[in-house]
């Protein structure tokens, strides 16, 4: 379970300049995904676009290998998406969604899903039913599990881990109770996989959206969506599907590929694949029990030195906490206290309450400074950071 610090960091060239604990933003991706990507784009450059995705086929495929591997599904069940919002959204579409229809999800899902939710509400007259949460933060589940046999909703969606709060949701729970109902499931993993061994048959559900940028430490531009047999085999299909996905099979038909990719595009930037499947294998090389233990016991760290100086207040609540770790100073914006980070070499992130309107509402701030450790960051550098923190309160 012990990782290899030294190696780690000296596979990662923006360790040398910075704090990098803005991971739940963009990671710093280490050299083997760097050099996959400008190797790549030097054979386009040096023989063409197409000419290249023709010579690296087995590159390319290799992204559905180790993602497959990453998730525990099958190459068939993986497709390449933009971002996780892109994988997200396609496999919403893919829902034929009438008036009256419900959605059940969480007062804790990410702002994109909650805005298409009430896109949805708005284009087809779909209701949107927040399931309550328990007194000490995160989704009550047997309120959840009522709410589906009661309401029988045409969805029930969670995100395993929102972008503005530490808090993991237990999604396979809600998995099992979908299961036990036949109710369609969609999980957002964006912040969670890399951060956490993420299996989609233990969770049990039939649509599953990540990014490769975030703790899976790739590109951005990247992302991924899991599709279940169940999902493919009942005809689910993006709304614009196009000439990778589907097969023009008459002069008013067509065919969808029986795979994943129907929910792909058929132009993508091919460097951007390759190093989306660098940064899959890059973390289960360095292994992802090991990135498991050690990426939230980090955050933990961070969140008890910081709830001990005079002034913070950590604002992640609920059962389970990963390394997200967000918190708000008495008589200063956030938005300046990241400011004074920045100036320190520490690089953070700024949540607005309109990102995470319950969560941030009901903690009573406008702003917070978000920050994210990974498993290659250390010890010490949590020292400097809290030390930072410390001299910004103390001002």
């Known amino acids: 379970m012990s990782l290899d610090l030294?190696?780690?960091?000296?596979?990662?060239?923006?360790?040398?300049?910075?704090i990098h604990f803005n991971n739940a933003g963009a990671a710093l991706m280490p050299k083997p995904v760097i050099d996959a990507m400008t190797e790549y784009l030097a054979l386009e450059a040096e023989i063409g676009g197409y000419e290249a995705a023709d010579a690296r086929v087995e590159q390319i495929d290799g992204f559905y290998a180790a993602v497959a591997e990453l998730l525990g599904c099958d190459p068939r069940n993986v497709a390449f998406a933009t971002?996780?919002?892109?994988?997200?959204?396609?496999?919403?579409?893919?829902?034929?969604?009438?008036?009256?229809?419900?959605?059940?999800?969480?007062?804790?899902?990410?702002?994109?899903?909650?805005?298409?939710?009430?896109?949805?509400?708005?284009?087809?007259g779909v209701?949107?039913?927040?399931?309550?949460?328990?007194?000490?933060?995160g989704l009550d589940p047997n309120a959840m599990a009522q709410m589906m046999r009661e309401r029988r909703p045409r969805l029930v969606a969670v995100t395993h881990v929102p972008t503005n709060s530490g808090l993991?949701?237990?999604?396979?729970?809600?998995?099992?109770?979908?299961?036990?109902?036949?109710?369609?499931?969609?999980?957002?993993?964006?912040?969670?996989?890399?951060?956490y061994r993420v299996d989609v048959e233990e969770i049990g559900c039939?649509?599953?959206?990540?990014?490769v940028r975030k703790f899976l430490r790739g590109p951005r531009g990247s992302g991924l969506l899991y599709v279940s047999d169940r999902a493919l085999e009942a005809g689910y299909e993006p709304l614009f599907i196009d000439m990778r996905g589907a097969r023009w099979t008459g002069f008013e038909q067509y065919t969808?590929?029986?795979?994943?990719?129907?929910?792909?595009?058929?132009?993508?930037?091919?460097?951007?694949?390759?190093?989306?499947?660098?940064?899959?294998?890059y973390a289960l090389s360095v292994g992802l029990d090991a990135i498991a233990a050690r990426t939230p016991s980090l955050g933990a760290a961070l969140r008890e030195e910081l709830d001990a100086i005079d002034?913070?207040?950590?604002l992640d609540r609920g059962p389970e906490l990963c390394a997200i770790v967000t918190f708000a100073l008495e008589r200063r914006e956030s938005a300046d206290v990241k400011a004074e980070l920045t100036a320190r070499g520490i690089n953070s992130s700024l949540s607005q309450r309109e990102h995470a309107?319950?969560?941030?509402?009901?903690?009573?701030?406008?702003?917070?400074?978000?920050?994210s450790p990974h498993y290659y960051n250390t010890e010490r550098e949590i020292e400097i950071v809290v030390g930072a923190v410390r001299e910004v309160a103390g001002a």
């Open 6 to 18: 030294e190696r780690l960091r000296n596979d990662t060239p923006g360790c040398g300049g910075r």
């Open 83 to 124: 971002s996780a919002t892109d994988a997200y959204a396609r496999a919403l579409s893919s829902i034929p969604f009438e008036r009256g229809d419900l959605i059940l999800t969480t007062r804790d899902d990410y702002i994109s899903n909650q805005i298409a939710f009430m896109s949805l509400r708005r284009r087809f």
């Open 127 to 137: 209701e949107i039913v927040h399931a309550p949460d328990l007194d000490g933060g």
């Open 168 to 195: 993991v949701q237990p999604v396979a729970e809600i998995g099992r109770r979908c299961r036990e109902l036949e109710l369609l499931y969609l999980v957002d993993a964006c912040q969670s996989v890399g951060q």
């Open 206 to 211: 039939d649509f599953l959206s990540a990014t």
């Open 256 to 281: 969808p590929v029986a795979d994943a990719k129907r929910y792909e595009d058929w132009e993508f930037s091919y460097a951007t694949v390759v190093g989306a499947a660098a940064a899959a294998r």
């Open 311 to 314: 002034g913070v207040r950590t």
């Open 357 to 371: 309107l319950y969560d941030l509402t009901e903690k009573q701030v406008e702003a917070c400074v978000r920050l």
